[in-house]
């Protein structure tokens, strides 16, 4: 499969909203707490949720993976899930519609925050929508939101095996990666501007955990803009091309320090959605990583 097609193009664009909003607010993000974790907005949810709304598609992923999909009454523009596709879309992750997702009359709104999104989820709390926000960064953030949203949907025991099901995957993982070289990783969601996973990112920690180095470590932030002088110098062995589009890609390509790295794209969503598909993410990740692993049973994840 390729990202590049029309059956990946919609999703893609959700994740690169979601990534570019953070981008344009990482000045303030800067001063911001590092993990504030799961919180709430508005009036208390009741105790039995029966309509929800999601603002992305990783949260709607969230409510199908713990066999909660009945009570979504909402999903965003993005959503692509056979599941939903029938339902009302109520916005994008920087651009939701507060009119429309007040129209549903939901028992809980789930949203991943970010600066984009920040004043109309605020304006659903105030117009009485109880708002769970769920900060999807790191891999901690992704199982903690994991957990938040079993706890809301009455599904903790649900919630709680997926969680474990990612940490399993992860421990393999760490474990097979153990015994191959180390790649040196420039993981690019795009190329103009070069916008990388930097230290803080999900992407930054599972590239660590499938055995890479992340040539962008010292970027400063979750999804730094990257100059192309520093790529250069520090001349990874492996580009993760995530990027939707190849503009400025060649250009890139063929400069010293990156014209001898070897250039592989993602499979599917998996590692670009921070959700319950990061295990799956993680191993698609790994083999791309270490090809000279295929078919060595002790070496597969």
Known sequence: MNLRSSSFRVPWLAVLATVLCLVTGSA??????????????????PARVRRVVTLAPSLTEMVLTVGAGSTLVGVSRFDEAKEVEKLPRVGGFVDPSVESVVALKPDLVLVQPGPGNQRPVEKMAELGVPVLLLPLHSVADVLAGMRA???????????????????????????AAKKLPAPRVLFAYGFEPLVVAGPGSFANELLKDAGGINVAADG????????????????????????DVDVGKDKLRGLPGLSGARWVELPSLA???????????????????????????????
């Open 149 to 175: 949203v079993g706890v809301a949907l009455g599904r903790q025991k649900e919630a709680e095996a997926v969680v474990s099901r990612i940490e399993a995957t992860r421990t393999r993982v760490r474990e």
């Open 271 to 301: 590692l670009l959605q921070p959700g319950p598909s990061l295990g799956q993410g993680l191993e698609e990740l790994f083999r791309l990583l270490h090809p000279e692993a295929a078919g060595k049973g002790g070496a597969k994840p």
């Open 220 to 243: 400063g932030s979750a999804y730094p803009v990257y100059s192309v002088e520093r790529v250069v110098r520090s001349r990874p062995d492996v580009v993760v091309d995530a990027a």
């Open 28 to 45: 303030g993000a800067a001063s911001a707490p590092t993990h504030q974790g799961p919180r709430t907005l508005g009036p208390p949810a």
